[in-house]
């Protein structure tokens, strides 16, 4: 199972990004998904995550400036991050949990983490 992760990129504060992620592999179910940045320095935190029936959670200081969906046919997470500021730069990485069978209890996974930079 691999979880690739797209969408990162330079933009300048009040801006706009749209992060996807893909999960493939050998894949039965998805469970939870969600979206962690690391800033320099800091330890990894949850920005947003969303259940397999689209329940949603957010850090609170993304709250109404970032969306997470998924699609559920695509085994894709997004997460639309709009009116950024430059303490949204971080590496972002995408977080789900899957089961490769119906034998098996879902696994974490993570994807490779793309870079946000927001400039001031």
């Known amino acids: 199972v691999q979880l690739q992760a797209s969408g990162g990129g330079l933009v300048q504060a009040g801006g706009s990004l749209r992060l996807s992620c893909e999960a493939s592999?050998?894949?039965?179910?998805?469970?939870?998904m969600g979206w962690y940045r690391q800033a320099p320095g800091k330890q990894r935190t949850l920005v947003a995550k969303?259940?397999?029936?689209?329940?949603?959670t957010y850090e609170d200081s993304v709250r109404g400036r970032f969306t997470i969906s998924r699609d559920n046919a695509k085994n894709t997470v997004h997460l639309q991050m709009n009116s950024l500021k430059p303490e949204d730069t971080a590496v972002y990485y995408c977080?789900?949990?899957?089961?490769?069978?119906?034998?098996?209890?879902?696994?974490?996974?993570w994807g490779q983490g793309t870079q946000v930079t927001v400039s001031s």
């Open positions: 592999g050998s894949i039965f179910s998805v469970g939870d």
């Open positions: 969303i259940t397999s029936g689209y329940w949603t």
């Open positions: 977080n789900a949990d899957i089961a490769t069978s119906r034998f098996t209890h879902e696994y974490e996974y």
